[in-house]
């Protein structure tokens, strides 16, 4: 890339950040508190909207137990340096400060007792005390390099994001702001949740510059699928359990939802992290019963007895009725009304072996339409997990989910944006 000087008249900030989400926020008010002059930009019209609709509107926002192993990428080191510098009680002593009311749910999980509102607005109040400015409804046009002379590194051209009613009445865009900066910041998050503005112009500023991609896709997000077994899981719809969810890499010991649309829940969530196309998935549904060992003593000591009996009276009910009876059309319809006493050991031993590990491969998931975070991203391997800086173009910045840093469910993505947010910047 030619170094380029413009003749038009930029307005100069230290520090400009590409998008006003939880990452950019943090990165803004952090290098707003050193004394940086700061512009966040952001395409979209309000900003944080992943925030507000995190966590069923009460936002997950950190998790009291944060470990590299909760996080997956192609360098499972390059989360660590930024975690150790920010970790989770930093963010929640800022949450006390503001007096916002929340409580742990289960596995650590931090939630507002009100609204993620309480989230956002203690970050924008931040970056208002410290000077930040906020631009909304810009687009970024043009991101150029400059020749480094009086701290101007980068030049940037934004113009306005026309909305639904501009584009129908003819309204063409035009130019709305030439910026100049030291430092750029790319916090433009990934490809999940298109409704709430998400793009992947992040992903090409950073080829622009020479970077790698590693292949994204949708993560933290439901199972799909098809045929017969699509058709059980539909008339299920409604019903959660907890169960053992796995594959050959990893397993999570949460509840599962049935919906019409496939299989979602936490076990699915924090399973889809690991699934890749194609691969078949694990599910015990009795994940405290051995049921091959259950069925086989009740073969003895209550010959007469019925499978669906045995598995409604000594399971203490962790088979919802509805599940328990479609699980009967589905495995073992012809041997349904057939005492114990009559079914072979084999069949028996075969039926226990799929309760505890039923083999279902997802057709597919539902996408970046209800994903919660993009899996893949910027390689790590050309950005200093110090400091979130490029090793390929000085004063360039990559924080949050555009990076290949992909955290569980529970609070661990909205720490590395955090984390990553305030490492960059402490240097910006």
């Known amino acids: 890339m030619t170094n380029q000087r413009n003749a038009q008249n930029h307005t100069h900030y230290d520090v400009v950040i590409i998008g006003a989400g939880a ?22 019209n309000k900003a944080g909207k992943k925030i507000l609709m995190s966590g069923g509107g009460r936002c997950n926002f950190t998790n009291y137990f944060v470990e590299p192993e909760h996080f997956i990428g192609a360098n499972p080191h390059f989360c660590k340096s930024a975690l150790s510098r920010y970790p989770s009680w930093e963010f929640i002593g800022m949450v006390e400060s503001h007096k916002i009311a929340y409580h742990e749910r289960e596995h650590g999980q931090l939630f507002c007792d009100d609204s993620a509102q309480d989230i956002l607005s203690m970050l924008l109040d931040e970056c208002t005390a410290v000077g930040v400015q906020v631009k909304l409804n810009a687009q970024i046009d043009h991101v150029k390099t400059a020749a480094h002379d009086n701290g101007e590194r980068f030049y940037l051209t934004t113009s306005k994001k026309l909305g639904k009613k501009d584009i129908a009445n003819g309204t063409q865009s035009s130019q709305t702001g030439c910026y100049s900066c030291e430092s750029l910041v790319i916090a433009t998050g990934g490809l999940s949740i298109p409704t709430m503005g998400a793009s992947g112009i992040g992903y090409e500023l950073a080829q622009q510059f020479g970077h790698t991609l590693v292949p994204t896709d949708a993560s933290l997000v439901p199972f799909t699928f098809t045929d017969k077994t699509g058709e059980l899981i539909r008339a299920l719809a409604g019903i959660s359990l907890p169960v053992i969810a796995s594959n050959e890499r990893i397993s999570f010991k949460l509840p599962v939802l049935f919906t019409h649309r496939g299989l979602s829940g936490p076990a699915m969530l924090q399973l889809s992290n690991y699934w890749q196309t194609g691969e078949t998935i694990s599910i015990n549904l009795l994940p405290e019963i051995d049921v091959t060992e259950l069925l086989l003593a009740r073969k003895k000591s209550h010959p007469r007895q019925l499978i669906r009996t045995v598995l409604a009276e000594n399971t203490d009910n962790a088979l919802p009725k509805k599940l328990l009876a479609a699980l009967q059309t589905h495995l073992w319809e012809d041997i349904k009304d057939t005492e114990l006493a009559n ?5 028996l031993t075969e039926l226990g072996i799929t309760l505890n590990g039923w083999k279902l491969k997802p057709s597919g998931t ?14 790590t391997d050309e950005v200093s997990s110090k400091t979130m800086q490029s090793n390929l173009q000085d004063g360039l910045y990559f924080i949050g989910e555009v990076l290949d840093v992909t955290g569980w469910l529970g609070g661990y993505n909205f720490q590395w944006a955090w984390a990553s947010g305030f490492v960059s910047g402490e240097i910006v």
């Open 366 to 379: 539902e996408g970046y339409r209800t994903a919660e975070v993009t899996r893949g991203g910027v390689k």
């Open 343 to 347: 079914i072979k050991d084999e069949r």
């Open 23 to 44: 990452s950019g926020l943090y990165c803004a008010l952090t290098a707003g508190r050193r004394g940086r002059r700061v512009l966040v930009l952001d395409h979209a």
